[in-house]
């Protein structure tokens, strides 16, 4: 997929403020810190589009960008992060859950994981809600630069076995791997439109 013009349009905490133009949109869900933020910068050519941290919990609101004028890439907050309080991280989950329960533009949701870290209830809640969704469920594994081909080979074997995963893309924002094949899955998410049952 050709990037021709990405910008950043609005950030939101309910869905009230997300925007109502009414092109299709994929959002990034994953937890704290696996990359959501820097997979939409590498994906656009970006640098610094979407704000990106070492420490996790840097996103914390609903971010939208535009991609091409066709399409928006939603950035989410991650799950799971340990370290804000109890009370803040259950206020994200909501604002995350009311998000994806009512949002009829949302075409696609991309789970993004770390492969180095085990995946669980999380990611099982998630692949839940999109399912319930009816909207196409991609896994992409970040980092991969991270790890060598037989340490990512055993760590998704290892994964597998947790969750049911049809081929994942293997991505890194550090090298590119994967932006091509991820393209492929925006474009085909795009191509199937909104499920009938999310209107
Ligand atoms: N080596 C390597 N580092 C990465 C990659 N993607 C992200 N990182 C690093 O991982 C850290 C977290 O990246 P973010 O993109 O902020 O992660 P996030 O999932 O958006 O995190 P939250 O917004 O906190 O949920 C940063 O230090 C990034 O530089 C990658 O593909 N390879
Ligand atoms: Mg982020």
Redesign the pocket.
């Known amino acids: 997929m050709k990037i021709t013009s990405a910008e950043f349009v609005k950030s939101a905490v309910d869905p009230s403020q997300c925007p109502r133009d009414g092109l299709p949109e994929i959002a990034l869900i994953?937890r704290?810190?696996?990359?959501?933020?820097?997979?939409i910068n590498a994906f656009v050519n970006r640098k610094g589009l979407a704000k990106?941290?070492?420490r996790?919990?840097?996103?914390c609101t609903i971010n939208f960008y535009r991609i091409n004028n066709r399409f928006y890439l939603v950035?989410l907050?991650?799950f799971g992060?340990s370290s804000v309080p109890l009370s803040v991280k259950k206020s994200w989950e909501k604002m995350i859950e009311g998000y994806f329960k009512g949002r009829a533009s949302l075409c696609g949701a991309f789970v993004?994981l770390d492969p180095r870290r085990d995946a669980g209830d999380v990611e099982e809640r998630l692949y839940g809600w999109i399912e319930a969704l009816g909207i196409p469920a991609v896994t992409v594994f970040?980092?991969v630069?991270?790890l060598s081909r037989n340490q990512l080979t055993s760590r998704i074997a290892a994964i597998k076995k947790a969750i049911p995963l049809t081929e994942p893309v293997l991505?890194?924002?550090?090298t590119g791997q994967g932006k091509v094949l991820l393209g492929k899955k925006v474009a085909s998410a795009l191509e199937a439109g909104y499920p009938a049952a999310n209107g």
């Not at 810190?33 to 820097?38: C, D, L, T």
């Open positions: 994953g704290s810190n696996v990359g959501k933020s820097s997979l990106t941290s070492s996790p919990g840097k996103t950035d907050p991650g992060y993004i970040t980092k630069d991270k991505f890194s924002a550090v």
